[in-house]
């Protein structure tokens, strides 16, 4: 059993297969995804993995998260999941997920919060049928009927569909199919639609009722340490070439002054000199 990532919800379009079949998909994004914590089964009794997304200042957290974070060595984050896992799946600290953990093709569980709807009657939240819509029945035409048994048990009995709060649950909506990986823009086309608005965040995991493709990447899709260090050092090398190339455009600079720097000096000595010999030749005249 592998992690699962934290994906924002953007909305909803619709994409098109090598048939021409319209197929409508949602699209998540992947954000900063960053294992703050690895539980271990000695410590916690089961293991597990922390991640968190979504930036949020310093100043907004308490002391004791903020030292959550800083036990880690990682910035601090708005929205923190933990995910069961096998032994063997087990992440690093500080390792960030890519958006090639998922593949397409394979099935995801989704879950989130949903729409909270408010006070919602009978029809609306449980798809009651309603009285009947013609004469006879007065102004309640969606009201839920009978709620009890009369004197016997003379109370409601709990759990009894009745109108009440709609929404605002957590919900899981299973076997998604992944249509499409987008690794510029680290988003993800799931067929269907999932729970919660615009702009929330999602758990999105691997499906409990299928079995994970062949070429899935274990333990996780992670972003490579060594391509981020390779591009710290080609800016420090393009840093590095572009001091040289000033200090080279300097140095041209310098050298092609001298030689006018010499020429200036030696017609300063010519007209010394012409202005000595013509001092000497007065001096003889009068002399």
Do not use: C
């Not at 997920?97 to 006070?119: A, L, N, P, Y």
């Not at 957590?170 to 499409?180: E, G, H, P, S």
């Not at 493709?213 to 050092?233: F, Q, R, Y």
Request: aromatic residues 6%.
């Amino acid at each position: 059993m592998r992690s699962g990532l934290i994906l924002k919800k953007i909305g909803m379009t619709r994409v098109f297969d090598n048939t021409g079949n319209s197929i409508p998909v949602t699209i998540l994004k992947l954000e900063e995804n960053q294992v703050i914590k690895v539980l271990d089964q000695n410590k916690n009794g089961y293991f597990a993995v922390q991640i968190g997304t979504g930036k949020i200042k310093t100043k907004n957290i308490n002391k004791a998260t903020r030292g959550h974070f800083a036990k880690s060595n990682v910035e601090p984050k708005r929205i923190l999941k933990e995910f069961r896992v096998n032994e063997d799946m087990l992440v690093d600290e500080g390792r960030i997920f890519s958006i090639q953990h998922f593949k397409v093709g394979q099935k995801v569980d989704v879950s989130g919060v949903s729409h909270g709807k408010g006070f919602s009657g009978g029809m609306k939240r449980h798809n009651f049928a309603g009285l009947e819509a013609t004469h006879g029945v007065s102004i309640s035409h969606r009201s839920h009927g009978s709620t009890g048994n009369s004197q016997d048990p003379g109370r409601v009995w709990k759990g009894k569909k009745m109108a009440g709060q709609y929404g605002n649950v957590n919900k899981t909506i299973q076997n998604l199919t992944v249509i499409q990986v987008n690794d510029e823009d680290d988003l993800l086309y799931v067929k269907g639609s999932v729970p919660g608005p615009k702009n929330s965040y999602l758990k999105v995991r691997d499906a409990v009722k299928f079995n994970l493709p062949k070429d899935i990447l274990k333990p996780a899709g992670l972003k490579d340490i060594k391509e981020d260090e390779k591009d710290l050092s080609d800016k420090s090398t393009k840093f590095e070439e572009t001091e040289n190339n000033s200090n080279r455009v300097t140095n041209d600079t310098l050298n092609d002054q001298k030689p006018k720097d010499e020429t200036s000096s030696a017609v300063i000595n010519e007209s010394n000199q012409e202005t000595i010999e013509i001092e000497k030749n007065t001096n003889n005249k009068e002399g």
